[in-house]
């Protein structure tokens, strides 16, 4: 049974820091991997899909990393701004299967 | 282009009580889910249709709640008798044909008490 854990479930930062969010899987047979952005009392909203053939995904300032041997992923965000704070969660998918990390709640501080 | 539409936004019950979450998918999309997000947790998936046809329900508590998609369109999320442990966020999502990138709605948020 796959399994998702995302370190650390917190993180505050202060503006304009570069950061990382950590996302691992027990099983390494993946069809693709999410990152998502939930904001208070908001659905998630996609961010970045990589596919299990794929190193990483780039957009603006946010890039994810797959390393799908270790069962690890990762999501570089670029010069923190305020608007940044949210949940983040990844979500790792075999077949019709999509399971979700408990997310990391991230606060940057202006 | 429109996105995902649930309602209620909120809903407090009691107890054995039941309950009922509709979602409107994005238009054209055949694939239709339903989370349960609880506190703290990532969502959890209770049931995708595929037009209007059930994928997956292996992780749906049958005994007291139900999903149907009439149509291959709108859907509805059943609770009966809910319990505390129900309390939660519902989300549902939407996906195209090929089921990469999924769409949500902004959720029901149920409180049983």
């Known amino acids: 049974k796959q399994e998702v854990t995302q370190i650390p479930a917190a993180l505050s930062v202060p503006e304009g820091e570069n950061l990382v969010l950590n996302c691992s899987f027990t099983?390494?047979?993946?069809?693709?991997l999410q990152w998502f952005r939930q904001d208070p009392g908001k659905g998630l909203t996609s961010l970045l899909l990589?596919?299990?053939?794929?190193r990483e995904q780039t957009s603006g300032r946010l890039n994810a990393s797959l390393d799908k041997s270790s069962g690890r992923s990762t999501l570089y965000i670029a010069a923190s701004q305020p608007g940044d704070s949210a949940t983040y969660l990844c979500?790792?998918?075999?077949?019709?299967?999509?399971?979700f990390g408990a997310g990391t709640r991230l606060t940057v501080k202006p | 282009e429109a996105g995902v539409a649930q309602s209620p936004r909120y809903k407090i019950i009691e107890k054995r009580q039941s309950v009922a979450f509709w979602c409107n998918p994005i238009?054209?999309?055949?694939?239709l889910y339903w989370y349960q997000q609880i506190l703290g947790q990532g969502p959890k998936l209770l049931i995708q249709?595929?037009?209007?046809?059930?994928?997956?329900d292996s992780q749906l508590p049958k005994d007291r709640f139900s999903a149907e998609r009439l149509k291959g369109v709108d859907s509805t999320l059943k609770i009966q008798p809910a319990k505390l442990e129900d309390s939660a966020v519902y989300l549902c999502?939407?996906?195209?044909?090929?089921?990469?990138?999924?769409?949500f709605g902004s959720g029901t948020q149920l409180s049983v008490l």
């Open positions: 979500a790792v998918r075999r077949d019709n299967d999509m399971r």
């Open positions: 099983d390494s047979a993946i069809y693709n």
């Open positions: 249709f595929q037009n209007n046809g059930v994928v997956d």
């Open positions: 238009s054209g999309h055949a694939t």
């Open positions: 999502a939407s996906s195209s044909d090929d089921g990469e990138k999924l769409f």
């Open positions: 990589i596919q299990s053939s794929q």
